[in-house]
């Protein structure tokens, strides 16, 4: 059974910078992505990293502010937000399918329930 469980969110003032994590459990080797959905929004791709690691896509809107990593030996997937900007705001998930990583959401196969992320201006 996969499991993906995310945790970090919270809330932080403009300028300042979060960790997420997610947890994962029951699939190997994955690529993971992450990917947040603001109220009234559709979903959107932040960051995606490969199995090794060696391979990380980010999402325009984030790149320079936003670092995906993994550490295999925990099944963890870090996101460091940085330089955070009240349109930030949202719930961020981690999506996991086998192979090679997606930035596409129709690209995964499994899902966590999600991390409430507010940047207060």
């Known amino acids: 059974q996969v499991q993906l469980v995310e945790s970090g969110g919270g809330l932080v003032q403009a300028g300042g910078s979060l960790r997420l994590s997610c947890a994962a459990s029951?699939?190997?080797?994955?690529?993971v992505g992450w990917f947040r959905q603001a109220p009234g929004k559709e979903r959107e791709f932040i960051a995606a990293?490969?199995?090794?690691?060696?391979?990380?896509y980010y999402a325009d809107s984030v790149k320079g502010r936003v670092t995906i990593s993994r550490d295999n030996a925990k099944n963890t997937v870090d996101l460091q937000m940085d330089s955070l900007k009240p349109e930030d705001t949202a719930v961020y998930s981690c999506?996991?399918?086998?192979?090679?990583?997606?930035?596409?959401?129709?690209?995964?196969?499994?899902w966590g329930q999600g991390t409430q992320v507010t940047i207060s201006s």
């Open positions: 990293i490969s199995w090794s690691g060696d391979t990380t």
């Open positions: 029951g699939l190997s080797p994955f690529g």
């Open positions: 999506a996991a399918r086998k192979g090679n990583p997606s930035t596409s959401k129709y690209g995964y196969d499994y």
